[in-house]
T-cell receptor, first 116, second 114 residues
Framework: GAVVSQHPSRVICKSGTSVKIECRSLDFQATTMFWYRQFPKQSLMLMATSNEGSKATYEQGVEKDKFLINHASLTLSTLTVTSAHPEDSSFYIC????????????FGQGTRLTVV | AQSVTQPDIHITVSEGASLELRCNYSYGATPYLFWYVQSPGQGLQLLLKYFSGDTLVQGIKGFEAEFKRSQSSFNLRKPSVHWSDAAEYFCAVGAMGGGNKLTFGTGTQLKVEL
């Protein structure tokens, strides 16, 4: 299958700072990328859907000003957690698909964010 | 709205024993169903998927799942579990071809006893 790479895999930041997570499709052009958040021992919750060149669509309850998503190219989407707080600590996972909604989305390996 | 229920939070099986993980879904149209596996601190790996056609789907690592529309179920099975199968398993439902956003179940943690 296609490869989606997330970076960094782990990050620790101080409260009040911002942290950027990258999601790259390595061998295909990702027209759409999805960002999920996973709390400990819980399922994945979709945060937002981003399409290349347009604004992301956020799920209900997700603060778009806090979780900034940029999908500037067909191979890269970024999630920036702004003014991070300890409650933002979580596992963030992206997925990416090429083409239409009938194509499979592939997942990155995730990023463990710890805010201290 | 679509939803997925995985009734079993934890399951423990002996190595070599058979396995069945349950998944029930709620979706207004024809569902597109997936099973993913997640090792600790890792992303998701697709085990198998059902879009249409044969209701018994074969996946990687010897897993299979059967789509039963009448029961709104998509249970995952493996005839003989290996210790390396210990992980978290997620069932998911999506619209269209699965390239759309997915709704995940809460997951089942599988422990394998040697």
């Amino acid at each position: 299958g296609a490869v989606v790479s997330q970076h960094p895999s782990r990050v620790i930041c101080k409260s009040g700072t911002s942290v950027k997570i990258e999601c790259r499709s390595l061998d295909f052009q990702a027209t759409t990328m999805f960002w999920y958040r996973q709390f400990p021992k819980q399922s994945l919750m979709l945060m937002a859907t981003s399409n290349e060149g347009s604004k992301a669509t956020y799920e209900q309850g997700v603060e778009k000003d806090k979780f900034l998503i940029n999908h500037a190219s067909l191979t890269l989407s970024t999630l920036t957690v702004t003014s991070a707080h300890p409650e933002d600590s979580s596992f963030y996972i992206c997925s990416a698909r090429e083409g239409s909604t009938n194509t499979e989305a592939f997942f990155g390996q995730g990023t463990r964010l710890t805010v201290v | 709205a679509q939803s997925v229920t995985q009734p079993d939070i934890h399951i423990t099986v002996s190595e070599g024993a058979s396995l069945e993980l349950r998944c029930n879904y709620s979706y207004g149209a024809t569902p597109y169903l997936f099973w993913y596996v997640q090792s600790p601190g890792q992303g998701l790996q697709l085990l198998l998927k059902y879009f249409s056609g044969d209701t018994l789907v074969q996946g990687i690592k010897g897993f299979e799942a059967e789509f039963k529309r009448s029961q709104s179920s998509f249970n995952l099975r493996k005839p003989s579990v290996h210790w390396s199968d210990a992980a978290e398993y997620f069932c998911a439902v999506g619209a269209m071809g699965g390239g759309n956003k997915l709704t995940f179940g809460t997951g089942t943690q599988l422990k394998v006893e040697l």
